[in-house]
């Protein structure tokens, strides 16, 4: 067993920020990250953020990733980093078990952090396992991180922000987008990201959704079908369309699977995504020095997610004795961005969902 | 429409360009319709001409007086939602962001394309800006039919 300060699961936006507010404030940290390299999904976002100078607007997003990487340089003798490396247990005597290279190891922390994000979601519709049908992240991945393309033609399912992004990122690759289609009867993301597609004659199909994929070794056809306002499936409006890709963009959901490991209290709120850890107003869980920021407590911007991590990791880093010179101050400061960023109509689900989040707590 | 297709109606786009008296000069058009949090419009504006307020998730408002035309602007938006007009004796005259390869040269004549991506007009391109604080993306001026200046968006390469 090799004992910790405080363990991040998870090297994401939030993991990261949060490790710099707990190294800052002086604490020994060790990140513990599944994939190769720090930075979480960050690392293939190849668009230009939104939100203010705070959280990198303007700057690409792999970019960030780079300067929330280099944020943590100054601190490098007390900070460990695990890449390549899986959390597979966490336990109620703050035990984190590991697997790296097929070597188990046992950790005991003071204190964790949960950043574990998200994952997409799956659609169900006939023949959806046919080579040539992905999820949007995989697509971004192939393409931004390997430089591979999917394939030639693609039909996205699904106008939220990432459906339009990796849309308009696929267009900048090369790659033919058919259709863009939509079960709701309006667009999902910002409207800006879907004039950018629009104007490059990419139809928008909204109340719009997949009948079925067709195709022998791989995908060859997709048929769509208009829903009527009660999305039920319009007769004899099934159309089709010749692609060798189909790309799944229909939400994520909180990675809470750790969480739920640890017995930690978990409810199911659908404006934050499904199965969230329910939580103090300082992102603490049922468990005594278990945080959680990002993602994995409600699907939200990464601009969101880096200013939570940074709060979170500040009170961690406290609650295990080492105390921010500027504790208070920034405290503040990031919840008043949190509160600035969700504001809006884009953050009303988040809000509604947190609302929910805290009457839960005290339920 | 907006909401459903993705393109603005012509109302809510003639609601975003100044008079014509003022287009004789560049101006930016901010076509952001919808309440999103973001600023670097208004930060990025050397001459204080874009105002979004206290609350990020305001959209921006542009004092045409003040703007000089100049495309900072144009590349600083995340969201590519701002172009540059201007009315020209013989043309209508924009600067727009663009982010996809072949880059164009100037000289060249491109396709002009409307917000629902029709070609609708010859881009004859006038320059070609390419720094590093615009982060790969390009600002390109391009010179349309005059008829065009509340239609014409981007530009599409004929040779595809």
Known sequence: MIEKDLIIIGGGPAGLKASKSALEAGAKVLIIERNPELGGQLIKQTHKFFGSEKQYAK????????????????????????????????????????????????????AIIVATGASEKVLAFENNDLPGIYGAGAVQTLMNLYGVLP??????????????????????????????????????????????????????????????AYGTDQLEKVEIISLDDNWQEIAGSNKIID?????????????????????IKMVCINELGGMVPSISAIHET????????????????????????ALTGLIAAERIGYTHPEFNELKNDYSIQLDALRSGPFGKKSRIGLDRLKVSEHA | MLNITGIPSKEMIHAKFPSQASLQKPKAIIECYEDI???????????????????????????????????ICVYNCPG????????????????????????????????GLDRSGKNICEAK?????????????????????????YDFITIRCPYE
Not at chain 1, 67 to 74: C, F, H
Not at chain 2, 48 to 65: F, H
Not at chain 2, 80 to 109: C, D, H, N, T, W
């Open chain 2, 80 to 111: 590519l939602a701002i172009i540059v007009a201007q009315i020209m004796p013989e043309s209508a005259r924009f600067k727009i962001p663009y982010e996809f390869v072949p880059v164009p040269v100037e000289g060249e004549i491109w396709h």
């Open chain 1, 243 to 263: 692609a060798d890709t189909l790309c799944v963009s229909v939400g994520l959901s909180p990675m809470h699977q750790l969480l739920s490991m640890a017995e």
């Open chain 1, 286 to 309: 049922s468990m005594k020095n278990v945080f959680v920021c990002g993602d994995v407590v409600g699907i939200e911007e990464a601009s969101s997610a880096m200013v939570e991590g």
């Open chain 1, 59 to 110: 700057t690409r997003g792999f970019n960030i990733a780079y300067i929330l990487i280099s944020e943590l340089a100054p601190f490098k003798e007390r900070l460990e980093i695990e890449l390549d490396t899986t959390v597979v247990g966490l336990y109620k005597d703050y035990v984190v078990t590991t697997l790296k290279n097929e070597i188990y190891q046992k950790y005991h922390a003071k």
């Open chain 1, 151 to 212: 394939g030639k033609e693609v039909v996205m399912i699904g106008s939220g922000n990432i459906g339009l992004i990796v849309s308009y990122q696929l267009m900048q690759a090369g790659v033919k987008v058919k259709a863009i289609i939509e079960a709701a009867p309006t667009i999902g993301g910002y409207k800006v990201h879907a004039s950018k597609i629009s104007r490059l004659g990419v139809p928008i199909l909204t109340s719009t959704t997949i009948k079925k």
């Open chain 2, 37 to 71: 949090p973001c600023n670097p419009c208004e930060t990025s504006c050397l001459f204080k001409a874009i105002s979004i307020g206290n609350d990020i998730n305001s959209q921006p408002t542009l004092n045409s007086d003040l703007c000089t035309g100049c495309g």
């Open chain 2, 125 to 149: 391109i006038v320059k070609v800006q390419q720094t590093i604080k615009q982060d790969k993306t390009i600002l390109v001026t391009v010179d349309v039919d005059k008829k065009q200046i």
